[in-house]
């Protein structure tokens, strides 16, 4: 076996760990699985296990150490990009958004949302497109922004977004304060009938006009 190869499958095992580690909330095993596994990566000199290792660590240190998980998905974004690797780096995109989203800047965040969007909806995967969605939602929904929010939810609301993303749940239950039940799901329908072109063009359209918002709040 190559060291490449051998890379590639520590790393894939490692990260899957990890993963199910954060889903099971046992985030302090989580963050042990991390330990030497960027230096390890650093040593093979590919940057599919660096960029694959900072996913990891990222992962696990999302809620205990926001800021080194963002500094680790930004690294993580530059080795992917620079690499041509666009299946990591939109891992990394949707990272650094929703790290961004809850604890930063929502104009970084709505712009890494647009790329995870881009890329899952270019590749014609209409189900992990569901994840920045319900990203999307969560920070229209922060932005007051809460008709748009509604509609998006409506699209995104499937039990992988709702996983892959938990302060979604959140922001659908203050959705629905803010609306009103009726109101909420009348609009979350018109969100889930939409196919995925159009919802496509509809997020690009909301991102933009939060992004105006944000640009002229300065």
């Given at each position: ?20 580690l954060v889903a099971a909330?046992?985030d302090e095993e989580a ?160 969100g889930e009938v939409m ?24």
């Amino acid at each position: 076996m190559t060291s490449t190869t051998a890379a590639r499958r520590n790393g894939a095992v490692n990260l899957n760990l990890i993963v199910s580690l954060v889903a099971a909330q046992s985030d302090e095993e989580a963050i042990a699985a991390t330990a030497g596994l960027i230096e390890a990566a650093e040593a093979t000199g590919n940057p599919w296990a660096l960029s694959y290792a900072l996913v990891a660590f990222g992962v696990a240190h999302l809620h205990t150490d926001p800021v080194g998980a963002l500094e680790a998905c930004r690294r993580g974004l530059q080795v992917a990009e620079g690499s041509g690797n666009r299946l990591t780096g939109t891992y990394l995109a949707m990272l650094v958004a929703r790290i961004e989203g809850e604890y930063g800047d929502s104009l970084r965040a709505l712009h890494y949302i647009d790329v995870g969007i881009h890329n899952y909806h270019d590749s014609g995967n209409p189900m992990t497109m569901r994840a920045p969605m319900a990203y999307l939602a969560t920070v229209l929904d922060r932005m007051g922004r809460y008709e748009p929010a509604a509609i998006i939810a409506g699209f995104a609301s499937t039990p992988f977004a709702v996983k892959m993303v938990p302060e979604f749940l959140t922001a659908t239950a203050h959705l629905r304060t803010a609306l009103g039940d009726q109101a909420y799901e009348s609009l979350a329908r018109k969100g889930e009938v939409m196919t995925t072109a159009a919802m496509a063009t509809y997020a690009y359209d909301q991102i933009d006009q939060a992004r105006a918002e944000l640009n002229a709040a300065k």
